[in-house]
């Protein structure tokens, strides 16, 4: 089994592996700090990361691991470690205490360890016994057999600082660490490896954003006759919400069951469990655990009902209470919405990414069309919400911006990036390629698997007279030929697909991406052992060129297919149409401008925490958004976005690269709309290619029957103009062609 790697993985793995090799060849016990976003994939990119280190080893080094975690979080590692090595035919071993042979940690065996177990003197695996197993004469043993320790320390932020893990950690004295978190405390740290916030949302591996009480604005109470107490109106506004996701997710041909979690407060003593209480409520609304709907995730035995199969996309359970217990580790992608109630000690919380991070995953490892399906959703009832520092200011959404109603559909035709991967690998995209390319070349026929038996030739009888002489060869009565075994077959296999991947990087996952390839194209199923018989023909003599040529081939088609994707630009497949809702973050603010089709509209921040900002919008912008605001012929306008099909765009034509354009503003007035983009000094000189494509553009759409009308726009003494020339020029001495743009008539 071939797992795909988002770029984002490949490159920190890669790039992990290449750091730690440098600290081995170091002096003393070093420390790295792996960094990864909640969702990122952390437990995964680790186990490929280790099978790497590994792999090909030709400096001698030998290494026994040790993986320590909180909570249960070190089974569920050990449980994602072992299953992804058996997929995929992987030697390393995952092991817990009690499985180890002979009391100490073989070669390329984890011993997972739960923080808990090892914290204290008197825990069982630590102190002193009389059969002198526990972990510090496991761990004498296996340095003594020459093996280098390497400490995992999952979710380290919450261990690694203490005292008593300092001492662990100096007892242990592993020649390499790495602390894994999304929140790492940075402490006598050697090397770091962070993986983007934004890579990771680009990838669509997480949800965009995360949006808390959305619309609780516009809600009106009725006094007189809502007896609703604050949770109700939280819980059943997050009800309507998972509804509405669920017909959204349908409409997308997504079997995806949106999962709703409700977070428990803290019982207290004296006062009647919440629990029960939201469960009544919940009955009130038809989920109860006996239909199925409901299910509970709490501490006792008697409180773990309908957990079964949860984590799958298409399971039947569409709302989940569970306590604190959960918020590290626990992994269901499809859980979208989190309602948190009131605690009884407290009016606010300090929202951690461990508790959102339970709702920040796509189910589908892909962002949907429907944008309100790639947002979380947080309902509560706390007063107030301070946001931890680990989750950056721009994730948590605190303002909404909404479309006016009496917004009318003007169904713009729009076009965004295709998305591609890079040319420096190979992506699942070859296989089909090789597949082509073995029947254009009529690799079935040319190929025998009627060949000589692949051989080892061993020197027999050799003799060297002169060690200092040079010799062309060594004198021998001949050679023993003994057939290939499985792993030197698998050995040689290995190095043929590397050595014929240029101009290709000789990637682990390239190489096996051409491997599999050539088991596909043989329809060869491994349950079958027809894995060996294809090596061996493959290294044979007689078919080594047409397989080479077939490789070749199949490279040429991918760099071709390759290339197309990286310049292509795509329709959007619905007419376009100003979002209804925009979610801004805490890097945002409030400005009153009436005539934004978004009300309120709100301008980004750039600088930290909240005294100092300044506006990101261009003093041109607000220039131009100021006269939008005085000219009555105009009945609103869009500050358009940058990014993705959610904004406006059109193609042109950069460097000999189809781009797209994302256009500063769309305005609306009576009878027609204007596409503008400010532009001054340097920046109206630099913008032929996306002038001329806005142009071109314009008298396409104008043709179908549309009414637009626009082009780059500056502020020439204090006269606003703009051109729309199919052929673009801008001498800032002579602007004869640049019409004055009046928008108060």
Request: charged share 30%; proline share 3%; glycine share 4%.
């Amino acid at each position: 089994m071939i797992f795909e790697f988002k770029n984002y993985q490949e490159n920190s793995i890669v790039k992990l592996k290449r750091e730690i090799d440098e600290l081995l060849d170091a002096d003393g016990n070093k420390v790295c700090i792996f960094k990864a976003p909640t969702g990122s994939g952390k437990t995964l990119m680790m186990a490929e990361f280790l099978k790497r280190l590994i792999d090909s080893r030709i400096d001698g080094k030998k290494f026994s691991f040790v993986w320590i975690a909180v909570n249960k979080l070190h089974d569920q590692s050990r449980n994602n470690l072992r299953k992804y090595y058996d997929q995929n035919g992987v030697g390393i071993k995952c092991s817990y205490f009690e499985d180890l042979d002979d009391r100490r940690i073989s070669e390329n065996e984890i011993l997972f360890l739960n923080w808990a177990s090892i914290n204290k003197k008197d825990n069982l695996y630590v102190r002193a016994n009389e059969r002198d197993n526990n972990l510090t004469s496991i761990i004498a043993r296996t340095k003594d057999e020459g093996r280098m320790i390497f400490l995992v320390i999952d979710e380290s932020h919450h261990t690694a600082n203490s005292e008593k893990s300092r001492e662990l950690i100096q007892d242990i004295g592993p020649k390499i660490t790495i602390e894994v978190s999304a929140t790492p405390q940075l402490n006598n740290v050697n090397r770091i490896v962070e993986v983007e916030l934004k890579d990771v949302k680009d990838e669509e591996m997480i949800k965009k954003e995360i949006v808390i009480n959305p619309g609780f604005e516009h809600y009106i109470i009725d006094k007189k006759k809502s007896d609703k107490s604050a949770d109700e109106l939280v819980l059943e506004s997050a009800l309507k919400k998972r509804i509405e996701l669920r017909k959204k997710l349908e409409a997308e041909d997504s079997g995806v069951n949106p999962l709703l979690l409700i977070q428990l407060p803290d019982a207290m003593q004296g006062v009647s469990d919440k629990k029960d209480e939201i469960i009544a409520l919940l009955k009130k609304f038809g989920y109860t655990t006996e239909n199925g709907r409901l299910a509970i995730y709490l501490s006792d035995k008697d409180n773990k009902i309908n957990l079964a199969n949860i984590e799958k996309n298409e399971n039947e359970v569409e709302i989940m209470i569970f306590k604190q217990a959960i918020s590290l580790g626990w992994d269901c992608p499809r859980a979208t919405i989190l309602v948190l109630f009131r605690q009884w000690h407290e009016e606010n919380i300090t929202f951690s990414i461990q508790t959102l991070g339970r709702i920040m995953r796509m189910p589908e490892q892909k962002h949907y069309t429907d944008q309100d399906l790639n947002v979380g959703y947080v309902f509560t009832s706390l007063q107030d919400i301070n946001v931890a520092e680990d989750l950056s200011r721009d994730y948590i959404t605190t303002f909404t911006g909404f479309r006016i109603k009496n917004y009318k559909n003007i169904d713009l035709l729009s076009y965004h990036s295709k998305r591609f991967r890079e040319e420096t690998r190979l992506s699942s995209d070859f296989t089909p390629l090789f597949i082509e390319a073995g029947k254009k070349l009529k690799l079935k026929e040319k190929f025998s698997f009627k060949h000589s038996i692949l051989k080892t030739s061993l020197i027999a009888s050799g003799r060297i007279v002169d060690a200092d002489k040079e010799a062309k060869s060594i004198e021998r009565k001949g050679t023993l030929d003994i057939p290939k075994n499985e792993v030197e077959l698998q050995n040689a296999f290995d190095m043929f697909a590397r050595n014929n991947l240029a101009p290709f990087e000789p990637e682990q996952r390239s190489i096996s991406r051409i491997k599999s390839s050539i088991y596909s194209f043989f329809e060869a199923s491994r349950d079958e052992d027809e894995w060996p018989k294809i090596q061996a023909a493959v290294l044979a003599e007689e078919n080594h060129q047409i397989m080479i040529d077939t490789i070749n081939l199949a490279k040429e088609l991918y760099q071709e297919e390759v290339g197309k994707g990286k310049n292509e630009i795509v329709k959007n497949e619905e007419p376009w149409n100003v979002p209804k809702v925009i979610n801004y973050t805490l890097s945002f603010a409030k400005k009153d401008y009436k005539k934004s089709v978004i009300q309120p509209y709100y301008t980004k921040k750039s600088g930290i925490g909240t005294v100092n900002l300044s506006e990101e919008d261009s003093d041109l912008e607000v220039d131009f958004i100021e006269y939008l605001e005085k000219t009555k012929t105009v009945e609103w306008w869009f500050k358009n976005g940058t990014k993705d099909g959610s904004y406006f765009a059109v193609p042109h034509i950069e460097h000999g690269i189809e781009k797209p354009f994302y256009v500063d503003f769309i305005v609306m007035q009576k009878g027609r709309i204007g596409l503008f983009d400010t532009k001054g000094g340097l920046t109206a000189e630099t913008a032929k290619s996306r002038a001329e494509g806005l142009a071109k553009y314009i008298v396409e759409q104008n043709k179908k029957g549309k009414r637009l009308y626009g082009g780059i726009v500056l502020k020439e003494k204090n006269s606003w103009r703009y051109n729309d020339e199919l052929k673009y020029e801008y001498n800032p001495n002579d602007l004869k062609v640049w019409k004055f743009l009046n928008l108060a008539n």
